[in-house]
């Protein structure tokens, strides 16, 4: 039997998030109204503008973490558009999953220093710890799943998952 969960966070439109989105449309604007006047300062703004629209991008990021009969997918969803994968390992290969504030990861001798988040900044809840190994790469990751989430992993690799 297929063992399959999904799970979403997502965020909030932040302040900063609304801040650059109009100035967007603020830089830009007056970018193509004072093209007729002053051309080097159109384009100035209009490359204000430009800017301000990709940082925007990177300000409004959700996660989606798939579990598949022991294989974890991680994925990043910028603006509810464009997904990009971040990870994908293997519970088997989990050598530590538990609470970021537990005695476990702090006791864990030799923690990798690749840190990768996986988490929204707005997103309130408690952030578990996995210690990785694929080979001889090491990553720790930090995530936030739910019970159900941790109930799968559970299943697959009670040994290195402390609830």
């Known amino acids: 039997m297929d063992n399959f969960y999904e799970q979403l966070l997502t965020t909030s439109k932040?302040?900063?998030?609304?801040?650059a989105s109009g100035s967007t449309y603020v830089f830009g604007l007056i970018g193509l109204f004072s093209a007729s006047v002053n051309m080097i300062f159109a384009i100035l703004l209009i490359a204000l503008a430009v800017a301000c629209y990709f940082y925007k991008s990177k300000l409004y990021v959700e996660y989606e973490y798939q579990f598949t009969n022991g294989e974890i997918d991680i994925e990043k969803i910028l603006e509810m558009k464009k997904r990009k994968k971040v990870t994908t390992f293997n519970i088997k290969e989990v050598d530590l999953l538990a609470l970021n504030d537990s005695d476990f990861v702090k006791d864990y001798s030799n923690k990798p220093n690749s840190i990768v988040k996986c988490y929204p900044t707005t997103a309130k809840?408690?952030?578990y710890v996995a210690m990785i190994t694929e080979g001889n790469d090491k990553m720790q990751l930090m995530f936030m799943p739910d019970e159900k989430f941790i109930n799968h992993c559970f299943k697959y690799n009670p040994r290195a998952v402390k609830k």
């Open 14 to 19: 932040t302040t900063t998030y609304k801040l």
């Open 125 to 127: 809840g408690p952030i």
